[in-house]
């Protein structure tokens, strides 16, 4: 991978880097691997209001009928 950054953020990151005692790529590997990470955590996880909570569990509840295009998609299937 190649990047080209400001050179005031380069020695921003040499610092860093000299800090904790690494190298360059260990540094930017780490931590870019640790926030793709969190990004991947928090887009995984839908959070919904009270009332669309509510509404999801009615539904799981109280499905509604299955309509034309579910049957048929539902008889499209291959047999098990």
Same mark, same amino acid.
């Given at each position: 991978m190649s990047l080209r950054i400001r050179a005031e953020d380069k020695a921003l990151l040499l610092r860093a880097v000299a800090l904790t005692h690494?190298?360059?790529t260990d540094f930017v590997i780490r931590h870019t691997l %640790? *926030? @793709?990470? @969190?990004?991947?955590?928090? @887009?995984?996880?839908l959070q919904l209001s009270e009332r669309d %909570?509510?509404?999801v569990l009615d539904l799981l509840e109280n499905p /509604? *009928? /299955?309509n034309a295009r579910l049957r048929a998609a539902a008889e499209a299937l291959p047999p098990r």
């Open positions: 690494t190298d360059l %640790s *926030a @793709a990470k @969190a990004v991947i955590e928090e @887009a995984d996880h %909570s509510m509404r /509604p *009928a /299955p």
